[in-house]
């Protein structure tokens, strides 16, 4: 069993910042890919961030140069900063991560729960 655990979402004004940060735990022989999702209400989840095991990183254009993914291998986390934060920005965000459970196993995608991001005056 693999467990995600993000945490780091709240309410801020627009033009704020948070920070998310995501531990991945359990029966992990290495991770691949890791990433941020976010779903709006109403709305499809969608990719906003993700970072390769080597560091290679990929944004969505509507958060080019306002967020920044990173990761901790040694800790197995992944984290997001979001700076410049604008009521847009307000969904619940995923991490997800690709993982290898065993020397032989195959990749799976695992899910946090989800964490409330609110942006708001």
């Known amino acids: 069993q693999v467990q995600l655990v993000e945490s780091g979402g709240g309410l801020v004004q627009p033009g704020g910042s948070l920070r998310l940060s995501c531990a991945a735990s359990?029966?992990?022989?290495?991770?691949?890919?890791m990433g941020w999702y976010r779903q709006a209400p109403g709305k499809q989840r969608k990719l906003v961030a993700s970072i390769t095991s080597g560091g290679s990183t990929n944004y969505a254009d509507s958060v080019k140069g306002r967020f920044t993914i990173s990761r901790d291998n040694a800790k197995n986390t992944v984290y997001l900063q979001m700076n410049s934060l604008k009521p847009e920005d307000t969904a619940v965000y995923y991490c997800?991560?690709?993982?290898?459970?065993?020397?032989?196993?195959?990749?799976?995608?695992?899910w946090g729960q989800g964490t409330q991001v609110t942006v708001s005056s």
């Open positions: 359990g029966s992990i022989f290495s991770i691949n890919a």
């Open positions: 997800n991560a690709a993982i290898y459970n065993g020397l032989y196993s195959r990749e799976y995608a695992y």
